[in-house]
């Protein structure tokens, strides 16, 4: 049904995969996004607050796993929203450069 309304104003969903698949493809570009600092929060404490939630498991094959550092209490939305979001990184078009700024800041 959801589905549904967002498809009538122009927004098409799409189903991604979450679990020890996804996170294992998107692990390694992460993890260099977080080396290179190409992944920048800004004055988001709320995104730093998701992400600090998380750790990393790599199990005995060598899979990825991010998950919540404690189940209960812990939120991490924004981070596994990331996630999702850059495993659909290879079926994004490359920018033309041209990239509008609204000089909006968060405090």
């Known amino acids: 049904m959801l589905q549904k309304?967002?498809?009538e104003v122009g927004l098409p969903l799409s189903v991604v995969r979450n679990g020890v698949i996804t996170h294992n493809k998107v692990a390694p570009l992460l993890e260099l996004m977080f080396?290179?600092?190409?992944?920048?929060f800004g004055d988001s404490s709320v995104m730093r607050w998701y992400t600090n939630n998380c750790y990393k498991q790599i199990d005995s094959k060598g899979n990825t796993s991010f998950?919540?550092?404690?189940?209960?209490?812990?939120?991490t939305d924004g981070f596994f929203c990331l996630l999702h979001a850059l495993s659909k990184d290879a079926e994004l078009a490359e920018g033309?450069?041209?990239?509008?700024?609204?000089?909006?800041?968060?405090?």
């Open 5 to 7: 309304v967002f498809e």
């Open 35 to 40: 080396a290179e600092e190409t992944l920048v």
């Open 67 to 75: 998950l919540k550092i404690e189940p209960k209490t812990r939120k």
């Open 96 to 107: 033309n450069g041209d990239i509008m700024t609204f000089d909006v800041y968060t405090y």
